[in-house]
């Protein structure tokens, strides 16, 4: 079974949102793909985002916290794979080994899964549904994406049930509808 066909982007948390977005568009000459007050997407290829940054200010402004690993610094690690066919194998073979997502979501941008390693550090496993960069940063600044820029629940149980039952990759890849799902609390951004 193939492995990730590449790493595809980092997800910080910061309490210096600003400054961050700064540095990161200086030091890899970045551009700033979408942003709001609580996410940003930058990239430097044509990766539709190589670093995402959650404003913790804005996400969670109670907490003092500045400094702490748990509250600042990476939150996951994205791996694309090159079909869904591939992610939704490596699902299976996961599931075999009694490893489980914490989250499944699809995103608009990308169907997702997201595992935690034995420390807890967080991955994403994922496949584009955009055909390319352009695309991705048409979606990323369409209506669609601003009212719900989580994305939408999904079941990758049902999702392989339909894979195996021959329903086309294409389909599976369209985005459910659906309210938008919460991020749970594992994930460490609420
Ligand atoms: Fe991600």
Redesign the pocket.
Known sequence: MPPPSKLA?V?YMTRRYEQMLDWYQKVFQATVQYQNSAFAFLTYDDEHHRF?FANMSVLTPDSMDTDSIAKVGVN?V?YTYSSIAELLDTYERLKHLDITPYWQVHHGLTL?IYYRDPDGNRM?F?VDCCANAEEAHVYMNSDVFAGNPVGVEVSFDSLLEKYRSGVQLKTLLVQPEGAAASIPAIHGLT
């Open positions: 982007h997800v995402a996951h994205g997702s994403e994922q």
